[in-house]
């Protein structure tokens, strides 16, 4: 089966905004075996949306649209379904009996104007809403559906999960789209893709997508099939085959963040963690901390911008930043180290360097970072040159931090190569 | 003129990538005059590209395409545009020499399959990319543009800005788009419409949009005209008018961040700022910080997750903490005056709160937050109770403190209503 989907608004028309709706909406058709075809965006104008909703139809088995549902002049996208299909519209007293209700748990009083949400076209079905006062319409024609859901994603989730997911899954036959994801931190994507492409390119029927972000990388793998245990196997294997490639680079198959990755791997040990930053200015220390539950294993953090705050509250001493430069391997060590005496956490990791626009020279250029990782034996220090501005540049430094010590934990505590506790 | 912009790209009809060209597009087209009047994604499929072209040269003045022009397979934009005009594709010589060129530029061949990027239909124009291989090309056809761009975003929008805008200047009329921009924090949005609409409504000729995001109202305002002098005094009496209306609410009319209002209140009163966080995790200092040159007024920062470190590191008394609890405005003033006297700074902020999901009773719920802002003399503490999850609750809650900060210069240190100083 195919489907397109339209999103209606001449707000998604100016620079400000984006159709996000078609994003959740294509995850959920794909699940449910529905390839999406097309995607397009029409502003409130009657004849612009007709002739999108016709084209679409005489092109897809599913067509959905969202948005113009609400009760006043410029929501047309009933009227216009009601009147291309050829059906009249009335109002059903369920539909309204609802919406009032609506209106008095929340201690309104419903306007007028909304008494147009419960005009229904002829053999439409009205698809409850749960968080607003728009219903959605489930129309037939020619076996061709025309379904539409209202614009905020809140209500059109929850709508589309209600009653919409089922009743697709009834009409999409057999055939399933079933994923894997692996992520990956601390690779180019060209080395990434030298190492993996001898695989995937010999599997055919999945299709795999190279997604990079800084500091990251994501693979996924889609395959569309009517053996979903058949399919799931074969997936399975390729995901262990790049992981064999790709070995400690991958951070997960499960789909969860580098934050949660690092946030398991310290409750799992008990360790607790503490951060000294300069140029990232709290950027590690908010990132560890997004995790629910965090206060487990974050104990604290400073932003120390100036020396005289990185000598008094880390205990960096002021000889090293004048011998070094407050941009050196020697006090971010410092900084690691000094963080974990104070807190008293098994781990501290200390990050200095320049972040732009302002203040590179020739031997410390903007973009260059050194970030230490200390345990209280052997620190582990990188010095790394990242592209891009400001933004980027403390973004792959935090990334760097977190994924030191993500690999930390790799070996176990105490296992590492190289380490001496 | 109309405009309609075509994103080509099987990647974009997924739920993993959304097409962003189009809002760069958008702004750049309707600066030009020329109003966006649809938007569509189609797949790398010969017949679907080639229908959506069709379609929208037949509806609009002037379509813009994007992506495709790589030297794949997979690439087809190229040869679909000239089928579809009817022009036969001849190797360009210049063109070819321009990406044999780049490539010697970066020190590789240039592999066989680069050589169908020379590829220009008759009659065409093709468009030089200085940050890629792949050139544009512009087309006309009965009075019709179709102007292809290549995919990644650094080109088309180098390629926009350098190939294309004073191109479609020409031909776009004298009509242009006039824009003004408020941003607003600390009011609701059903509080500010109110106040507001009876301004917006009476100007006709301008389009009013209303975005509202957590923490933070922007409202955009639009004209359509060849009198781009006359309408520029209309917008500007809009916009005294509705900043009037909103009076200290609007944090700017320049399109600056709210870090960057703060950031330039700071260095214009020549203060500086300190920050002690325990819900927000880092995000206030982070935030602080993102604004270059941050070190003239950010002197550091401490995340005292626990309470140990809350009085050890800036000096809340321990039996405050007991007595009132962490999450208090006691505490919150306490860690505002504590960061303010241990880093010697003008201003300190303090935030404690339940950021959750857990952690919440019947007296402090998940969502409450205290934030002080202490400067030596009296300090000012607001305890507010934000919804939305732990990412929305921090995020307003460094939204209020920056705000706070802002309000505070507004009225002059020491000059501010109940202030003792």
Chains 1, 2 share one sequence.
């Not at 620079?15 to 996000?20: A, E, Q, Y």
């Not at 607003?132 to 809140?154: C, F, Q, R, S, V």
Request: charged share 25%; with cysteine.
């Amino acid at each position: 089966m195919k489907a397109e989907i339209i999103a209606v608004g001449s707000e998604l028309l100016t620079p400000d905004r984006v159709d996000t709706n078609s994003l959740f909406l294509t995850a959920e058709l794909n699940k449910l075996g529905i390839e999406v075809t097309r995607k397009g965006v029409v502003g409130d104008k009657r004849e612009d949306i007709r002739d999108a909703f016709a084209l679409s139809m005489a092109r897809a088995d599913v067509v959905i649209a969202s948005g113009g549902l609400g009760p006043t002049e410029d929501d047309l996208t009933r009227d216009v379904a009601a009147d291309l299909l050829g059906r009249k519209l009335e109002s059903n007293p369920d539909v309204l009996l609802a919406i009032q209700e609506r209106f008095r748990r929340i201690g309104r009083q419903m306007a007028e104007v909304n008494a147009r949400q419960a005009m229904v076209p002829e053999g439409a079905t009205a698809l409850e809403n749960l968080k607003g006062t728009a219903p959605g319409l489930w129309m037939e024609a020619d076996g061709h559906l025309l379904i539409l859901l209202p614009g905020p994603p809140n209500e059109l989730q929850a709508m589309f999960a209600r009653q919409v997911a089922e009743r697709l899954a009834k009409r999409s036959g057999n055939v399933r789209q079933v994923t894997r994801e692996l992520r990956v931190v601390g690779m180019p994507e060209s080395d990434l893709d030298q190492r993996i492409s001898p695989i995937y390119t010999k599997y055919h029927d999945v299709q795999t997508t190279i997604l990079a972000a800084p500091g990251e990388i994501q693979i996924h793998l889609r395959a569309w099939t009517a053996d979903a245990q058949g399919i799931a196997v074969v997936l399975d294997e390729m995901v262990e085959r790049i992981s064999m490639a790709l070995a400690e680079n991958v951070y997960t198959t499960m789909g969860e963040s580098l934050e949660e990755v690092v946030a398991n791997a310290l409750t799992l040990n008990a360790a607790t963690i503490s951060t000294a930053e300069s140029c990232t200015g709290g950027l590690l220390a908010e990132r560890l901390t997004r995790t629910p539950g965090s206060s487990n294993y974050f104990l604290g953090g400073v932003v120390s911008y100036s020396n005289e705050l990185k000598s008094a509250w880390v205990d960096v001493p002021a000889e090293i930043i004048e011998s070094r430069g407050a941009v050196s391997p020697e006090v971010a060590v410092a900084l690691a180290d000094g963080i974990r005496r104070r807190t008293g956490s098994t781990l501290g990791v200390g990050i200095t360097g320049v972040a732009g626009p302002a203040g590179g020279t020739p031997e410390k250029p903007v973009g260059l970072v050194h970030i230490a990782l200390a345990n209280g034996a052997t620190p582990r220090e990188r010095g790394l040159h990242f592209p891009g501005d400001r933004e980027r540049v403390r973004w792959q430094a935090s990334q760097t931090a977190l994924d030191m010590v993500r690999r930390y934990f790799l070996y176990g505590p105490g296992k590492r190569p190289g380490a001496k506790t």
